[in-house]
């Protein structure tokens, strides 16, 4: 099993910044990826964001490219998502999900573990 706990969510004003972090523990060798969704209100969950624990390698969303970016701190088994340039309609809970398996890891089908989400407000 591997835990995820989310943090760093918050209220800021459009334009501004916010980094969020995702802890992992427990059985985190078995991870292939770890990446960030978010769910606005009356809408469904949407891929923000993704790395791969070997090689890292990273994918975005269009409608966040060039404003965020993922990372990973092996030796703190923790994956950031910086914020940058942030939106009103990037309003929304945020969650981080880990993959045990291979794949796009674009779909919320691909993960096995989740967070429980933090809030990301961005006023306007």
């Known amino acids: 099993q591997v835990q995820l706990v989310e943090s760093g969510g918050g209220l800021v004003q459009a334009g501004g910044s916010l980094r969020l972090s995702c802890a992992a523990s427990g059985r985190t060798v078995s991870i292939y990826a770890t990446g960030w969704f978010r769910q606005a209100p009356g809408k469904e969950r949407e891929f923000v964001a993704r790395?791969?624990?070997?090689?890292?390698?990273?994918y975005y969303a269009d409608s966040v490219k060039g404003r965020f970016t993922i990372s990973r701190d092996n030796s703190k088994n923790t994956v950031y998502l910086q914020m940058n340039s942030l939106k009103p309609e990037d309003t929304a809970v945020y969650y981080c999900?880990?993959?045990?398996?291979?794949?796009?890891?674009?779909?919320?089908?691909?993960?096995?573990?989740w967070g429980q989400g933090t809030q990301v407000t961005v006023s306007s």
């Open positions: 999900a880990a993959s045990r398996a291979i794949g796009l890891y674009t779909s919320s089908d691909e993960y096995n573990y």
């Open positions: 790395i791969s624990w070997i090689g890292s390698n990273t």
